[in-house]
């Protein structure tokens, strides 16, 4: 009887140890991996066919890697191709940013990434969030494109009318208004044309050849203060115009004849005054490429006291002779300078007939060469062993780049940041008239540049009599 007993109780601890485990490993609320794979009855962590709940299980995620990208450089548009591994295949929880800028995605597998280019990205990182994981690739150097169209004009003539019906007789320079006007100093017509921002062309003054009041003589410069006014160089008639946004006239500067006379307003002369600028604020002065004097003059605002004194170049008791010197403002030396532009604090850009871009350090007190090394065509090389045949015009954007208008080579050439000269429109070796894309476009004789603001640039297409955009993307 006792050996029973003893066999009973150790039959009962084996039980209860069994039924331990059972309910340790049958469990599926207690989160826990089975001890024993081949129980049947024990829930796995996994996609496993065989388990017995299902919604227990949990997906393994394995994390993405990038590992090439093809191409790196390119411009708008272009697809690129990125590879690498655990991907997925679903495009909703895949994105592609260039420099920032979100990309369009075309197609997703697990080992590839296919992406369109945004335009304006820039040059910068291409980033890539998948399904929560951040990724970053190489650099992606973007590619601006330069695309021209015409924008107003096109054949010689005086009418007025929307963007192409509208005639011009050899445009000259450019200016534009707070509310995105466009105004043109059309020379042959002795007029100022307005270009609305829908394309719509008018005539803003003159029309009539003459002397008076509301009469131009052939003007070729153009500039516009902070309030709108207008400032004409009106070279026929050897005086400087304002006319303010109603249209009123007052004469700035010269007019009674050519010569080269400092002073107050009766009594200063110019000799063929191309080009206008208006100063930096607190400087309340204009300044005037006289060509033929071969100097720059400025004529003070100073509570309407209009005085005119020359600014850089020889004096008008030194001979006036054409140079090409750099030094003092006094001892520079300009041959017909040209177009002007502001270029960052205190810099005036000059463009003049050595086919050279001076500079001009208003802090310093001195004239220096910007850009360009003589006649001809040399381009994507440093500003200094550039060439240039006839430049005309120039215009600065507010990052610091530099437009100009290369007249006899029939481009519109670019200065970056870093004072490297790449032509951005037009062919070198053939003037003519088309509407394209960077070298295919063809200008003929462009004498006036504007960058009109982001991504814009406009031109004076002098023997097309047309003014021609830029875009830039």
């Given at each position: 009887?006792?050996?029973i007993?003893i066999?009973?109780?150790?039959?009962?601890f084996l039980?209860?140890?069994?039924?331990s485990?059972a309910l340790s490993c049958?469990?599926?609320?207690?989160g826990m991996d089975?001890p024993?794979?081949t129980?049947?009855?024990c829930?796995?962590v996994?996609?496993d066919?065989?388990?017995?709940?299902?919604q227990d299980?949990?997906?393994?995620?394995?994390?993405?890697t990038?590992?090439s990208?093809?191409?790196?450089?390119?411009?708008k548009?272009?697809?690129?191709?990125i590879?690498?591994?655990?991907f997925g295949?679903?495009?909703?929880?895949v994105?592609?940013s260039?420099n920032?800028?979100?990309?369009?995605?075309?197609?997703?597998t697990?080992?590839?990434?296919?992406?369109?280019?945004?335009?304006g990205?820039n040059?910068?990182p291409?980033t890539?969030v998948v399904?929560?994981?951040d990724?970053?690739?190489?650099e992606?150097?973007?590619e601006l494109?330069?695309?021209v169209?015409?924008?107003?004009?096109?054949?010689?003539g005086?009418e007025?009318?929307s963007g192409?019906?509208a005639?011009?007789?050899e445009?000259?320079?450019?200016a534009?208004d707070s509310?995105?006007?466009?105004?043109?100093?059309?020379?042959?017509n002795?007029?100022?044309r307005?270009?609305?921002p829908?394309?719509e062309?008018?005539?803003?003054?003159?029309?009539v050849?003459?002397?008076?009041?509301?009469?131009?003589?052939?003007?070729?410069g153009l500039?516009m203060?902070s309030?709108?006014?207008?400032?004409v160089?009106?070279s026929?008639n050897?005086?400087?115009v304002m006319?303010d946004?109603?249209g009123?006239?007052s004469?700035i500067a010269?007019?009674n004849?050519y010569?080269?006379v400092?002073g107050a307003v009766?009594v200063?002369l110019?000799n063929?005054?191309?080009a206008i600028l208006?100063?930096e604020?607190?400087?309340?002065?204009l300044?005037?490429?006289d060509?033929?004097?071969h100097?720059?003059?400025?004529i003070?605002l100073?509570?309407?006291q209009?005085?005119v004194s020359t600014?850089?170049?020889p004096?008008p008791?030194?001979?006036q002779?054409g140079?090409d010197e750099?030094?003092?403002?006094?001892d520079?030396r300009?041959n017909?300078?040209k177009?002007m532009?502001k270029s960052?604090?205190?810099?005036?850009?000059?463009v003049d007939?050595n086919d050279?871009?001076r500079?001009?350090d208003q802090?310093?007190g001195t004239?220096?060469?910007f850009?360009?090394?003589?006649?001809g065509?040399?381009?994507?090389v440093?500003?200094?062993?550039?060439?240039?045949?006839?430049?005309?015009d120039?215009s600065?954007?507010?990052?610091?780049t530099?437009?100009?208008?290369?007249?006899l080579?029939?481009?519109i050439?670019?200065i970056?940041s870093?004072?490297?000269v790449?032509?951005i429109?037009?062919?070198?070796?053939s003037?003519?008239?088309r509407?394209d894309?960077?070298d295919?476009a063809?200008?003929?004789?462009?004498v006036?540049?504007?960058?009109?603001g982001?991504?814009?640039i406009?031109v004076a297409?002098m023997?097309n009599?047309?003014i021609r955009?830029?875009t830039?993307?």
């Open positions: 009887m006792k050996t007993g066999l009973r109780l150790r039959d009962i039980l209860l140890v069994l039924l485990l049958g469990s599926d609320d207690n089975c024993d794979p129980n049947a009855n829930d796995q996994g996609d066919p065989q388990d017995d709940d299902p299980d949990d997906p393994v995620v394995l994390e993405p990038l590992s990208v093809a191409p790196v450089t390119g411009p548009h272009t697809e690129v191709v590879t690498g591994e655990n295949t679903d495009a909703t929880k994105s592609v260039f920032g800028t979100p990309g369009e995605v075309l197609g997703v697990d080992t590839e990434v296919t992406v369109r280019v945004p335009v990205a040059t910068g291409i890539m399904d929560g994981f990724l970053t690739g190489p992606f150097v973007y494109t330069y695309a169209e015409t924008f107003a004009g096109g054949g010689r005086y007025e009318g192409t019906e005639k011009f007789y445009p000259r320079d450019l534009k509310g995105g006007n466009i105004f043109v100093v059309d020379r042959r002795n007029a100022i307005k270009i609305a829908d394309g062309v008018t005539t803003f003054a003159g029309g050849l003459g002397s008076g009041e509301g009469q131009f003589r052939f003007p070729r500039a203060d309030d709108d006014n207008i400032y160089a009106d026929g050897n005086r400087i006319i946004p109603n009123v006239w004469i010269g007019g004849e010569g080269y400092n009766d200063a110019f063929n005054p191309v208006v100063g604020d607190g400087d309340n002065a300044y005037v490429s060509s033929n004097n100097a720059i003059r400025r003070s100073d509570e309407g209009y005085t600014y850089a170049g004096g008791e030194i001979d002779r140079g750099n030094g003092d403002l006094s520079a300009f017909y300078p177009g532009a960052g604090e205190g810099i005036i850009l000059v007939d050279r871009i500079a001009i802090d310093a004239v220096g060469t850009a360009g090394s003589g006649w065509y040399v381009n994507d440093d500003r200094l062993d550039a060439m240039f045949k006839n430049p005309m120039v600065v954007s507010g990052d610091g530099v437009y100009i208008a290369d007249a080579n029939h481009c050439r670019r970056d870093e004072g490297h790449t032509t429109a037009g062919n070198p070796n003037g003519g008239y509407d894309l960077g295919v063809l200008f003929d004789n462009p006036g540049v504007l960058h009109g982001e991504g814009e406009y297409d023997d009599h047309a955009k830029i830039i993307d």
